[in-house]
């Protein structure tokens, strides 16, 4: 047993962040599952926590993957999922016969509380003009890295944000406007309301699945 998975777990890293990474791995890129579990272990998952180191060495080589891009926004999408199922569906349901301003505050606040569960240190702070405005997140575990990255490394965070949003029955374009790395630890993202959204949300794939270990948080 190496010494990384030692190290005491760290009660600012939630379980939804951890499980929606273990999921989309395990869903995107099951041959490489083994390798990532050596770090991201099943039984620190269900005890709730897990160290950060063993979380920066599962960011740092999800980042060499060609994979990478589609497999953190696939995760951010299964964490609304779960983080919105947790809730129930009265909210949801509430907010698409709410007036838009009204639904998409209200989104925006569950999306608020998602960022707070992936870890307790990072925050998000929305500003809304009519259809168009930003979430800031600081603090974004994604974002944590020592040189200027070429692609924005915060789609987690866009994925799960326009998630929200669509599942409270909102249209909306939801991308990454600023990502910081280089020690900032902190991304931007533009929203543009588009109106309300046609029927269901789709569902993603595998997400029966997903459900089925949805953590609690």
Not at 131 to 157: H, K, M, N
């Amino acid at each position: 047993m190496s010494n990384v998975s030692r190290k005491p777990l760290d009660p600012g890293i939630g379980r939804l962040l951890v499980a929606s990474l273990h999921e989309a791995i395990a869903d995107l890129m099951p041959m490489r599952l083994d390798f990532y579990e050596h770090w991201l272990r099943p039984e620190e998952l269900h005890q709730g926590t897990i160290g950060r180191a063993p979380l920066s060495a599962v960011l740092g080589f999800l980042r060499t993957e060609p994979a990478y891009h589609r497999l953190v926004e696939y995760a951010g999408g299964c964490a609304a999922d779960w983080a919105l199922a947790d809730l129930g569906k009265t909210t949801t349901r509430l907010a698409r016969a709410l007036p838009l301003p009204i639904a998409v505050r209200l989104a925006l606040m569950a999306a608020g509380r998602l960022v707070r569960h992936t870890h307790r240190a990072s925050r998000a702070r929305v500003g809304l003009r009519r259809r168009a405005g930003t979430v800031e997140i600081g603090e974004s575990v994604f974002c944590d890295v020592r040189e200027q990255a070429s692609r924005p490394l915060c789609g987690y965070y866009a994925a799960a944000v326009a998630r929200t949003l669509r599942r409270h029955g909102i249209d909306a374009d939801v991308r990454t406007d600023e990502c910081r790395g280089a020690g900032g630890a902190r991304c931007a993202l533009a929203l543009e309301i588009r109106g309300r959204a046609a029927g269901e949300a789709p569902s993603l794939e595998a997400l029966g699945r997903a459900e089925d270990v949805r953590p609690a948080l």
